[in-house]
């Protein structure tokens, strides 16, 4: 019986101006998952710590997600997996795209890795949806690949990994606070002004050039979002406290992490993203709301091996 | 008296997936200017080839962007303009940008260079706008520094020149009819769908990856325009036409340029670029529409001195 460990990293979804397209990866929060090839055909979902989700593999997003690569695959075997949940359900930061990701990743290697991780990413869709509804990339692409990734078209799945400056750190503050995704979703137009989708345009043109060049002061003019922003802002308490306070302490950018509630900021050095991490620390706490920081670089490697 | 001859080139706006933001710099096709530095302080056109453009510097886009260049740097002296225009007015490849751009370009250098290439560009917008009715540099930016150009943004101007692919090549066809600029922007919505923003977005990333890259088939994946050229298309005879037989051919995309009349196709490799150009040659002649056809790299210099 071969087990391994993995860690499965949370992830931010959007990126400001990359609604839908763009996703990254973090490095210091995520999920360990423990998964052990059985003479037993099939999924099992033996444990789960630290959240209360289904141990049903039908129902579970990494037994799901774990079930599609198998149903292709057809090893003569299968797997029990353990999770330990460190990504709290419903924080935006990808939660269910980590144990989606983390499922599949476990399985391939242990069956001598017959597909590459890029071509993980469908399987993972496939849990992914059980928790969302539907099957979307910009959390599970981060999660296998790391670093930056970009959705160009899901007809076929068209994912880019794009590079990471050295010194480009994130931060996420975690307000403590429910929202419901059909709720943010909802409040979503069908229609946008083009004027705003063209200035939007060039701002993900402008951050993934400044991904490119390791241009930060580019990047800090490009990460904007003046389409979903403006729309769910008003759902986070303090969301624009948080933002100026960031962007006063040298923060790149701040936006939403995928639907919220988390609130991303990302910043130039280390040293930069103590100080953003700790004055919205200081400043949210006014809020009452009980929250949580994290910092992390941007991560260029997904889901990876724990040496035990 | 100094006098500098100038190749002023044409230009691709637009490029499919990147309406309002992107545009690429051609190499064979442009006009040529003759700039003499004069004792005689303002600027005067003291003659023009091959279009009918008016002489008087405040109506033409060449002396209004000298003039607004001149009001800047007040130089003890004057400048005599010479236009031989080869790129024909209202054929949507940046005809007056190109006259912008040279003007601007060589009074800086006669003067000795005080601004950079990349500071003409709202001087040369200046002229720009007399054609079009507004200031915009999606033509004016890659005829000034060449290559690729993404506007991020025009508040405040923000140009980020795009690296070129070696083996990048444009052909260009110019259906000889005229298209109103002002009915070809009455056609386009104020409002657009999300899906379809989200859509462009991820091809216009794909493509700016795709030149970081040198990625030919991404830049393939990502030529396309679910936005403006739907709406345009049925004003240019035989677009569609053109279209399926460049892609036919190898072209790697095909679309508008600026708002028309003119087709553009990227393709890989001058023999390519030769193929696509004779079998659109070939086929087009079927409309009886006189056109001409273009083929040049994309050029990854701008307006240059030409050596006499």
Redesign the interface.
């Known amino acids: 019986m071969k087990t391994i460990r993995l860690f499965c990293p949370a992830t931010v979804a959007n990126v400001s101006c ?5 996703g990254l990866c973090l490095d210091t929060i995520g999920d360990e998952m423990i998964v052990t090839q059985t003479t037993q055909k099939g999924i099992r979902i033996i444990g789960i710590t630290g959240a209360d989700l289904p141990l049903k593999a039908a129902q579970n997003v990494a037994g799901v997600a774990a079930m599609a690569l198998l149903e292709v695959l057809q090893p003569d075997c299968g797997f029990d997996i353990v999770i330990h949940k460190k990504i709290k359900a419903g924080s935006g930061i990808g939660s269910s795209a980590a144990s989606a990701a983390g499922a599949v990743f476990g399985i391939n290697m242990l069956l001598g890795n017959p597909f590459s991780t890029k071509e993980l990413i469908p399987f993972a869709m496939k849990g992914e949806a059980v928790a969302s509804g539907c099957e979307h990339a910009d959390n599970v692409a981060p999660a296998l690949l790391g670093g930056f990734t ?4 899901y007809e076929p799945l ?1 994912v ?1 990994a ?1 590079p990471v400056p050295s010194e480009l750190y994130a931060t996420v503050i975690h307000p403590q606070i429910e929202l419901k995704t059909s709720e943010m979703r909802a409040v ?8 705003k ?10 951050l ?2 400044g991904l ?1 060049t390791s241009d930060y002061e ?1 990047i800090r ?2 990460l904007h979002d003046r ?1 979903v922003e403006p729309l769910r802002a008003g759902y986070i308490p303090g969301f624009d406290l948080i933002k100026e306070t960031a962007l006063q302490h040298g923060a790149l950018g701040v936006g939403i992490s995928g639907s919220g509630p988390s609130v991303f900021t990302l910043n130039k050095d280390l040293e930069t993203t103590h100080k953003v991490a700790f004055a919205m620390e200081q400043k949210y706490t006014e809020t009452g709301i009980p929250f949580e920081v994290y910092v992390s670089p941007v991560a260029t490697r997904g889901v990876q091996l724990i040496n035990s």
């Open positions: 990359g609604f839908d397209v763009l970009l959705i160009r078209g068209d880019v794009l979503l137009p069908t229609q946008i002004p083009l004027k989708a063209i200035a939007q345009s060039g701002n993900l043109g402008g993934i050039a490119y580019l003019r490009s389409i």
